[in-house]
Nanobody, 116 residues
């Protein structure tokens, strides 16, 4: 079994920054894609950013130029640096891991609130 634990969420003013971290533990073998998704109240979960084992990153249009995803394969960890945060970035952010066997795992989420 694989466990994902997110950290780094919180309350920040518009224009501020946060860094989210996610560490995978348990029966972690070969990880293919790691990423971040978010879900705002009353909305569906949406992709924020994903990064492959080869460090190829994909971002949602709404966060391009403001967010940066990175990963540390040795630590089975993925990070999301979020700059120039906007109120519309407010959501619960979920870490996701997809193994080479195409099994998907989710963290429990961390709340990010952007408000003045």
């Amino acid at each position: 079994q694989v466990q994902l634990v997110e950290s780094g969420g919180g309350l920040v003013q518009p224009g501020g920054s946060l860094r989210l971290s996610c560490a995978a533990s348990g029966s972690v073998f070969r990880i293919n894609v790691m990423g971040w998704y978010r879900q705002a109240p009353g909305k569906q979960r949406e992709l924020v950013a994903i990064i492959t084992s080869g460090d190829s990153a994909t971002y949602a249009d709404s966060v391009k130029g403001r967010f940066t995803i990175s990963r540390d394969n040795a630590k089975n960890a993925v990070y999301l640096q979020m700059n120039s945060l906007k109120p519309e970035d407010t959501a619960v952010y979920f870490c996701n891991l997809v193994s080479l066997r195409s099994v998907s795992y989710w963290g429990r989420g961390t709340q990010v609130t952007v408000t003045s």
